[in-house]
């Protein structure tokens, strides 16, 4: 059993930055970012393999978005820069076995959420 826990989330103008922050009760688990806005689906965000090596993003946010992790406090982070309305949304950090998981179902731990909101 994994414990995550995000936080970093809150309230940003457009064009600002925020760095989300997911710490790990365990280790050796590829790591992933969804998001989901109010009246959409959950949609993925990004991932990072399990030694931060290799990092795969989706195309609403790459360019932006840096995903980063620290092996040693079992933490990965989620740089979100050039915020933009549509990227308001719960954010969830989540843990799996797969390396490049792009569908939630294929990660087995998640996070409680952070909001993220991005005022015009």
């Known amino acids: 059993q994994v414990t995550l826990v995000e936080s970093g989330g809150g309230l940003v103008q457009a064009g600002g930055s925020l760095r989300l922050s997911c710490a790990a009760s365990?280790?050796?688990?590829?790591m992933g970012w969804f998001r989901q806005a109010p009246g959409k689906n959950r949609e993925f965000v990004a991932t990072?393999?399990?030694?931060?090596?290799?990092?795969y993003y989706a195309d609403s946010v790459k360019g932006r978005f840096t995903f980063s992790r620290d092996q040693a406090k079992n933490t990965v982070y989620l740089q979100m820069n050039s915020l933009k309305p549509e990227d308001t949304a719960i954010y969830y950090c989540a843990a799996g076995m797969t390396w490049g998981a792009r569908i939630g179902s294929e990660y087995v731990y998640w996070g409680q959420g952070t909001q993220v909101t991005v005022s015009s």
């Open positions: 990072v393999s399990w030694k931060g090596i290799y990092t």
């Open positions: 365990g280790s050796g688990y590829a």
